[in-house]
């Protein structure tokens, strides 16, 4: 049946949760909202910040040209609907803090963000940004009993742009021409594929020595500690909310892009239950495929390394919540 001349026309505009309104889940808010991907509801626990930040950020849409509406909020039931929701929520790393430190405070708020915002938003695809990622990707996938194909942490993107901004600053080039793979966990243990790393599809074995190659990898690793030493009040948040974002998109838009992401695994690879970074077709239904790469004897060591560090802090954190 047709609505008369005087119905108003409801339309069901998509709708991203952001669990913590800090500087990753701001500037995510913001990203979302001038690329005109989705509405967001910006949720934290204290009072008054995310409306702040609400505000502000509708204040400057009519600078940026958009209208999607920004709302902040304490209360779960405002994010109801939501097709996508974004656990940022958590304590940030401090200079001499690994991400592995921060497991016993921020496995407890990622668990009870997790399962209050699936209660309001059962159909929605779920990414973990809070550290130690790949763990609370993990706890994230128990609490809210998603299927592994709507629940994925934000790792890969970011690492992977870290490598590429590395190559383009060693070699000069245009970063957009630099494309590079990261799998792994999110942390000291990632695994930089260089092999598959490629300026306008010329390997980078074939324009820098092995040595070089080491030093960005190692720098790679280290590129969130670097920021934070830097910092000294806080860690990275344009990058990762540019990663997050685009995670975002590919989802919305079913763009149907190959990302590396932190994701469930049931076999690939050789591992079994535990979350790991690797490439995954990102579209509607979120993971819509895990691309299992060819690797080399030492990668695919290293990728087990990495991921049975990661089984060691999830059976810690289970103990913590148990506690």
């Not at 969130?224 to 806080?234: C, F, H, N, P, R």
């Not at 992401?261 to 690939?268: C, D, F, H, K, P």
């Not at 895990?290 to 695919?300: A, F, H, K, M, P």
Request: contains cysteine; hydrophobic residues 45%; negative net charge.
């Amino acid at each position: 049946m047709s609505s008369s001349p005087n119905s108003p026309i409801v339309c069901n505009l998509p709708r991203v949760t952001i669990v913590g309104a800090g500087r990753v889940g701001s500037t995510l808010a913001q990203r979302i909202a001038e690329k005109n991907l989705a509405d967001v509801v910006l949720l934290d626990i204290i009072a008054g910040m995310p409306q702040g930040l609400a505000l502000d950020l509708m204040e400057a849409r009519g600078i940026e040209i958009h209208n999607r509406q920004i709302i902040g909020t304490n209360n779960y039931a405002d994010t109801s609907g939501s097709q996508i929701v974004v656990i940022t929520a958590g304590l940030p790393r401090k200079p001499g803090m690994s991400r592995d430190d921060l497991l016993k405070t921020n496995a407890k708020i990622v668990v009870e963000a997790a399962k209050n915002a699936i209660a309001h938003s059962p159909n929605a695809i779920f990414i973990v940004v809070t550290n130690p990622l790949d763990v609370m990707t993990y706890l994230a996938w128990q609490a809210t009993g998603l299927p592994r194909d709507r629940i994925m942490g934000m790792a890969g993107v970011l690492d992977s742009a870290r490598f590429e901004t590395f190559i383009a600053l060693e070699l000069g080039v245009l970063p957009a021409d630099v494309k590079a793979m990261v799998l792994g966990s999110h942390g000291d243990l990632m695994v930089p594929l260089s092999r598959y790393a490629t300026v306008n599809g010329i390997p980078i074995t074939e324009l820098l020595d092995a040595a070089t190659i080491e030093r960005l990898v190692q720098r790679t690793r280290n590129g969130g500690a670097e920021i934070v030493e830097l910092m000294q009040t806080g860690g990275a948040f344009f990058a990762p909310a540019s990663a997050t974002s685009m995670m975002v998109e590919s989802i919305l838009l079913n763009q149907s892009r190959l990302l590396p992401v932190a994701a469930y695994l049931q076999g690939e690879y050789g591992l079994e239950d535990v979350v790991i970074g690797v490439p995954c077709r990102l579209g509607c239904g979120g993971i819509e495929s895990v691309l299992e790469l060819t690797l080399t004897d030492e990668e695919r060591k290293a990728l087990h390394t990495s991921a049975q560090f990661v089984r060691q802090n999830i059976e810690r954190s289970h103990e913590i919540l148990a506690n």
